[in-house]
C-alpha cells in the first residue's frame, strides 16, 4: 500500500465522512484547516483509493487532489528579514507553498546580505539541516551571488533550489557548487506577486521543490523507513496527552523521514522512546529522538528498514 | 515617470540594472516621492560594490502655514481653529504654547484648537509657519535610498543641500575619491558637479 499525499477541500457539512473514510482505508490525516465554510484536509492516503475518496467526495462538493508538498517542510533561506527582502519575494513564495500543502519556515542568516560579508553560522546550518529541502532566496546581482554561495552553502546537507535574479542559465553557471535545481528571474523586488507571470514564477518553483522531493521521496523508498511519519504522528497524539495542550498550530510537524514534536526536550524526550509501538518495540528502538536547534522542540529522525530490521 | 526629466540606472549587469531600475520605481511610487525628482541617476556597481544615487530635486519653496491647513473663527475674546489635515497639528499646539503659553491654548476636540485672549489678530495666526517640507524631506529620501540600496551595503554617506541630492553605500569603507565619482553622475545628468 503505498500512501500518497493529498489535498481535499470541501464543505464543512458532513466532512467527518471524508475524515472517516480516510482513517479507514488507512490514510492519515496531518493537518485540518477550518476556514469560515470551507474545510481542507492534508492527508495522506492509499494511492488506488484516492478515486473511491473522489467519488463519495463528489455529493458534497469536495474535490481531492494529490499534493507533493504535504507531509514535508520546507525553510526558505531569505538573505534578511528586513523589508529589503520581506514581504516580497520570500514571503510571497512561502505563503504559496503553504496553499498547496507544505510547511514553510522562514529562516534568516543574521549576517546574511551583502557580499563579502556575509556568513552563515552553525546554528543556522544546523537549522537549515533539520528541514526536507531549502529553498535559498537571492538577491539580484550574479556577482554578489556566485561570491556569497559558498560561504550560505557550507555544511548545508539537504537538497537546496535557488532562486535569483539572474537568467536560470547564469544561475546554472556561476553557482558551485551545484545546488539542486535553479529558478532565475525571482531575485529581490519591492511589490507584490499578482501578476499572471509572477505568480507562474510561484508555479515554477512549487513545480522544482516536488520534483526534488519525488526524488528523495524515491529514495527513501528503496529502503523503507520503520515506521511511516505520519503513522507516528498519530501514535504520538494518542499516547502523549501532553501534545494537545500546545498552541502551536502545528503541535506534530510531518516531514518526509521525521517529525518535529513541538514539546520541551528534556522533559518530553524518555517519554517518546518509551512509548510502546506494538509487539514489544518500543519508539526509541526505531527512531532517534534529538534535540532540535528550534527553540527546544524534539526532533525525530525515523531509522530505516536496514538498520532496525523492522517495519510497523 | 512623466515628472521625472532624466532618469537612469547604470549597473554593468544589464540583468541586475534593468530589476534595481523597478525597484527604485516601486519604492519612490510607494513612498510619494517620485514627483521630488527632476532628474535622477542610480549607478551600482555590485563588483566594487558601490551604490551611488544623485538627484536634482524640483523646487519645494512653500512654507507651511496655520492658514493653510485651519480655519480661524474669531469670537469675543477667544479664536476657534478648525483644523482640516492633522499633519502638522502637533507642531502647531507646539508653538502655540511656547508663544502664547499653555493656559491660553486648549484642544476640546481633535479638530478643534481654541485660543483664549491672544493679542494677535487672526491674519497674523493665519501667517505662522508650522512646518518645512523640504526639512523633511531630506530624511524621507535617506530613507528611501536605504530600501532601494542593497541591503548589505551599510557604510553610507548622504549629501542634501541646494535642492541636489546625493547619496553613496557600500560594503567597505568608502574611498577618498568617491566625490570624482559622484560628479561623473552629475556630468551624465547634464549638471555640472
Known sequence: MTLVPVTYKGGIHQHDIIIGLIEDLGGYIIQKHLIAQEVVLQAFVPREDIEQIARIAKPLFGEINEAPLVGTEIAIVSMSLEIHHLPHPSCDFAEYARRIGAKTNMVSPARGPGKRISAINDEERDVINEHDIAVYAFGNFEACIEHKWPAMRRGIEVPVIVMGGPEEETLRRIISPPADDYVGNVGRFMRRTKEAEEIGKLDEIVAKVARVLEKRRGEIAKDPLSVSPARLMEIIMEQ????????????????????????????????????????????????????????????????????????? | MQSIEYFQVECPEPTGGEYYRQITNDVLLDHNLLKVFHKLHVFIDPKIPIFVATGILNKITTLVRVGDFANINPQEGKMTLVIANETYLAPMLKIFWERFGSDHVEQPDRFTVILYDVKESPQEIEEIVVGDPSISLGKDLIYVFRLIAPEGFRVRQEIHNNGRFTFVAGEDTLPDDIGDLVGEKFALMGETP
Not at chain 1, 526509541?284 to 534529538?290: A, C, K, M, R, S
Not at chain 1, 529522525?301 to 538498520?307: A, L
Open chain 1, 240 to 312: 502523549v496527552p501532553a501534545i494537545h495542550d500546545v498552541t502551536s498550530p502545528t503541535p506534530l510537524t510531518v516531514q518526509m523521514a521525521g517529525l518535529r514534536v513541538k514539546l520541551p526536550y528534556d522533559t518530553f524526550a524518555p517519554v517518546l522512546r518509551d512509548l510502546g509501538i506494538e509487539s514489544g518495540v518500543r519508539l526509541g528502538d526505531i527512531v532517534d529522538v534529538l534535540p532540535s536547534r528550534m527553540r527546544d522542540y524534539i526532533l525525530v529522525r525515523i531509522r530505516p528498514f536496514s538498520e532496525t530490521n523492522t517495519v510497523i
